[in-house]
């Protein structure tokens, strides 16, 4: 593993030395940028608070199941069996439904995720739309994002672009 991000490494580093005589190149912050956007911020406090409704849902959920588990542990010796099978059942069957509102609220497909991609994407999609514009007018052949990018160790910042890109937005 070691091996392959060393190639990677050094491959990139040979690119970029290449390219760095041939290529203009930009570095932006998305991070950066979009937290200087207040539609973005509102789209995040909206969806944390989203979040915080439907987490403390199933908490109160989860909290009955286990009051209903417990009661039922506490008078289990005294029940008939078939009372016993029912209540189990009835606890069983709750706990699936509150594990699947949790799948349905936070999946990979899930409430929160549609209303992040309802919300955000646009958002993103401006940002991106932007950047390609500010690369395509300032004759950038290369536009690195420092914000996801873990292998860059060192910006000049006078390469940053983040604040055009901004200025390019309206902000």
Do not use: C, H
């Not at 041939?22 to 956007?37: E, F, H």
């Not at 209540?87 to 609220?105: A, C, F, G, P, T």
């Amino acid at each position: 593993m070691k091996t392959k991000l060393l190639i990677a490494g050094f491959f990139m580093m040979s690119l970029f030395g290449v390219t760095q005589a041939q290529v203009k190149i930009a570095i932006i912050d998305t991070d950066y940028i979009l937290n200087k956007i207040s539609e973005y911020q509102s789209a995040q406090n909206t969806l944390e608070t989203m979040a915080a409704e439907w987490q403390e849902e199933i908490e109160v959920k989860f909290a009955a199941i286990e009051k209903l588990y417990k009661s039922y542990q506490a008078e289990a010796v005294t029940l008939p069996e078939d009372i016993k099978v029912k209540r189990q059942d009835e606890i069983i069957n709750k706990e699936k439904e509150v594990k699947d509102l949790q799948k349905k609220r936070f999946g990979t497909d899930g409430d929160l995720a549609k209303k992040r991609q309802e919300l955000i994407k646009p958002i993103q999609n401006r940002v991106y739309t932007a950047i390609e514009e500010f690369a395509a007018e300032g004759n950038y052949g290369l536009v690195l994002d420092r914000a996801n990018s873990s292998f860059i160790m060192y910006v000049n910042t006078k390469m940053d672009k983040s604040d055009d890109i901004l200025q390019k937005l309206g902000y």
